[in-house]
Structure formats: structure tokens, C-alpha cells
């Protein structure tokens, strides 16, 4: 598999930034016939890829002069960003699309948009070209960046437009961003995997590795900085294997390094790290710095090595637990987390019971589970054996128990004790309530006025509940409200 360096292409977003002009008229045109404004809803599937992707699609359509709409029903213009990671991401938006089908007979003139990771599949465009006959336009992860000039075509074509790249090594930096949140952001640093684990789908999907250019990313947390925010999360399907094929290769713990410079900056995070490449150099960055989250996320995927081994994981149970170690003795604070899988091909009762293991000796704070999806076109689809649905179940509840016990183990040692939070949101049940996130990544509810909301406050964790805690406030911090504005251009 050839290795692509990435071209940053001024060129291409300033004609993007014309096809803006030019949809902006077509938008403004439909506003006059229709006699008010129009209103778009960008809805996502799947990871925090997606959802920085999702406020790059809302940026492009706001200033194109769409009104965001909270659902569906209320929107001249739909957009699904799909995942395809297990089949029942897939599932749900062929459900949602019979919806929007019906929603569409009764306003003709409403424009139905997909793109995203499922729409990288031959057999999705087929199903869609056949059975989907009402999308209006459908592209895929490497051309998102020709957003704007889709548009225009599906303006003036009433056909569907279908645009789907098998591979691109452009990089196209300097679009509109629309946030979803005004204090914290999400940060591209790559695109795409060169793992290939064996049951994974998104290397087909989603490509070959790619970093940012170092200078262009820094420049996006400065301006996200001058913005308001104050907690970034550094995105990469592989974030520790960052920077390795720049034209000056850079290692991800020296970006880390560079970022936590930024003046503003309170908080940083990163996703996902793969524990094959997690260096010493990035334990010691981490364990250095007071604006790195006491947090990692690192997937785990099975504790059996012959499992491990036909995942394409590329390390044992034995070095997995070594490393938490290490982690663990450099930062005695930090909260693990991981992604297990059960039912892989092949997998027994017994290859579960060693998955069960390291959740007991990890001791992971929380923990993702799931259940095997075959995808086509990975090797593990084509692999022998199968696990019936009965046996997967029986292992999934018993892994399921063991990492629910662990968390609440975990999230008890901290009860009493107080710590910093950033005000997130106002508590969705209770309106008299805020909700703020730990350097650990857990949330906790106290009582507060929403004036706070992306400040940073000391709060004490008076009771926990299992997997959040509630509490009240010790001490508020002085900190800059954020408001969404366009980040870029
Ligand atoms: N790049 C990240 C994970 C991206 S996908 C990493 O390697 O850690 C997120 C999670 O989905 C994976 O960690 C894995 O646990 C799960 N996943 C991926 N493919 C899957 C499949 N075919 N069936 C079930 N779970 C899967
Ligand atoms: Fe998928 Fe593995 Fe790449 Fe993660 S590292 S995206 S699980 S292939
Ligand atoms: Fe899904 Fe694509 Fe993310 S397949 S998990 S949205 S990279």
C-alpha cells in the first residue's frame, strides 16, 4: 500500500470559496419564491471525525445563508453524515431515509444530502441509486471539501448527483467551520488509517494516513483560542502515529508540546490512541503538562493474543498490561479508557475470560462494548468460524458486568474529593443544574447559573452515582464566555 504525503491546496479553497458566492445566489433565489428563509439540518452518525466534518458541512451551508433547523421536519435541506464502523449505523439511517421520504412528499422542494463513510461502499450506492431514488446529492469523505460546488450542481440538475472519490491526497484547509459547541472544539490532525485491523472497516473508508501540516493546525487552536475556546480535542483515527510521514516528520508528543504553548488553551485532549505506537516521549509530555487531560483512551479490542493477533492488533495482553502500567506509575490520576469487541471469528468462552482479565486489572474507568459486525471487504468477514449470535450474547453480558463493576469501583474513589470541571451544558433534566466534565472525563451535576457555561470551576463530588457524580460548587475560575462564530476564512 503506497504511502500519500499530503498537499495542502490553496487553490482549491478559494474556488471553493466562489462556489460559496455562487450557491449563496441560488439559496437567496429559492428564499424569494418561497418568501422566507431557508433552514438546513446536518444530522451525524458515528465518531468525533464525523462531528468535526458535520460543523465543517453546517459552516459551508451557513454562509451559504441557511438557518440551522433543531429537526428533520423543519428543514429545506437534510443532510446525513453517515457511519459505517457496525451494521447498525448502517440500519439506522436506511430507517431515518424512509422517514425523510415521507417528509419529502409533502415539501417537493426539499433537497435530501448523504455523505460520510457509508457512501465509500459500492453496495450502499447501488442500494441508494435503486431503492433511494429521491436523495438529491450523495458524495463521500474525500471530497467533502467540494461541498459548495455539489451544491451548485444539485441546484441546477434536478437528477441525483452522486460524486464519490476512491482516494484523495489533498488536504483543503481554510473553510467556513460552523462550532457546535462555543468553548470547546475538536482539531483534525490526520485523516485516515494504515492499520488495517482485520474486522475494521474505516481504512477502506476513510483512506490512507494523512497529517496536517503541524503550522496550519496550531494556527487553527490559536484562532479557536482568540475565539473562546478553552478545550480542544486532538482528532486522528491513530493520533500517536501523527507526523510520521510530514515532509519534516514530527512526532505527536512534540505537537502536543507545541499546542499546550497556546496562550488560552485550558484544556487538551486527543483520540484515539492505538497502543502499539504509544510512546515513552507522550507518557512523559502528558505527565508534564497541567493542560493534558488525566485521560487516555486506549482500545483494548480483546485480552486474548491469538485473538489479538487475528485482529492484526500488533501487541499481546502482556504488553498491553505493562503499558497501563507504565501509564499508571507515571500518572497514579490518570483514567483509562478502552473499546472491547466480543465475537470476533473464532473467538471462544474461554479467549472472553482473557478480555475479562485485563478489565479487572485495568481497572478501566469506562469502557465501550461491542458486539462483532461483519463488514464486507474486511478479512475478518471472509475468516471461518463464525461466533453464533447465542454464544456472543452470553460473552457480551458477562464482559458487560465485568467492566460496569470495575467503573463504579473506580468512580467511588473519587467521591468527596474536588476537582476541576468545565461547565459544559445546563443539566438536561433539571434546568437549576449544570453539567461539567472532569479532566477524567466524567461529568458531574451541581447546582449553578448557566452564566458559567465554558468557564472552568473547582466542584466537590459529594455523591456518586455509578457513572457521573453530583455535587456543588467550591470555587468558580475566571474565564472567557466563547461564542460560535466561523472559525476559519
Ligand atoms: N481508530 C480507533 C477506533 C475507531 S472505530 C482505534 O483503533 O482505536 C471505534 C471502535 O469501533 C473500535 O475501537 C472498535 O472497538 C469498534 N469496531 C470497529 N470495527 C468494528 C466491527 N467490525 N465490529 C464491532 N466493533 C467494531
Ligand atoms: Fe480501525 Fe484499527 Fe484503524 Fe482503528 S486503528 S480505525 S480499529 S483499522
Ligand atoms: Fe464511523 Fe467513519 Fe467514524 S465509519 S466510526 S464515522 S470514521
Known sequence: MGQYTSTNDDRESELQREY????????????????????????TFGCQMNAR???KLLGILTRIGYESAENEEDADLV???????????????????????????????????????????????????KSYRFVDLVFGTHNLFKFAELLVTMFENREMIIDIWQETDQIVEELPVSRKYPYKS???????????????????????????????ILREIERLAADGVVEVMLLGQNVNSYGRN????????????????????????FMTSHPKDLSDELIDVMRRSDKICRHLHLPLQAGSDRILRAMN?????????????????????????TDLIVGFPGETPEDVDETIDVVRRVRFDNAFTFIYSKRTGTPAASMPDQVPDAVVREGFDRLLKTVQDTAKERAALLQGSTMEALVEEVNEQDPAFLTGRLSNNMLVHFPGDAGLIGTLADVSLDVCHGFYYTGH??????GPLGKTVDDNG
Open 186 to 216: 475538536g482539531v483534525n490532525i490526520m485523516f485516515g488509517c494504515n492499520n488495517f485491523c482485520s474486522y475494521c472497516i474505516v481504512p477502506y473508508v476513510r483512506g490512507r494516513e494523512r497529517s496536517r501540516d503541524p503550522k496550519e
Open 53 to 55: 466534518d458535520s460543523e
Open 79 to 129: 443532510v446525513y453524515n453517515t457511519c459505517t464502523v457496525r451494521d447498525n449505523a448502517n440500519q439506522r439511517v436506511y430507517g431515518r431515509l424512509g422517514f425523510l421520504h415521507s417528509l419529502k412528499d409533502k415539501k417537493p422542494h426539499m433537497k435530501i444530502v448523504l455523505c460520510g463513510c457509508m457512501m465509500q461502499e459500492a453496495n450502499v450506492i447501488e442500494k441508494i441509486k
Open 246 to 269: 510530514l515532509a519534516e516528520p514530527m512526532s505527536f508528543a512534540q505537537l502536543l508540546r507545541e499546542a499546550e504553548q497556546i496562550d488560552g488553551i485550558k484544556r487538551i485532549r
Open 473 to 478: 460548587i467550591i470555587r468558580k475560575a475566571d
Open 313 to 337: 492488533r500488533h501487541y499481546t495482553k502482556a504488553q498491553y498490561l505493562a503499558l497501563t502500567d507504565k501509564l499508571k506509575a507515571a500518572m497514579p490520576d490518570i483514567a483509562i479508557t
Open 20 to 43: 460559496m458566492a455562487k450557491a449563496a445566489l441560488c439559496v437567496a433565489k429559492q428564499e424569494q419564491e418561497l418568501g422566507r428563509r431557508l433552514k438546513c439540518c446536518v444530522v
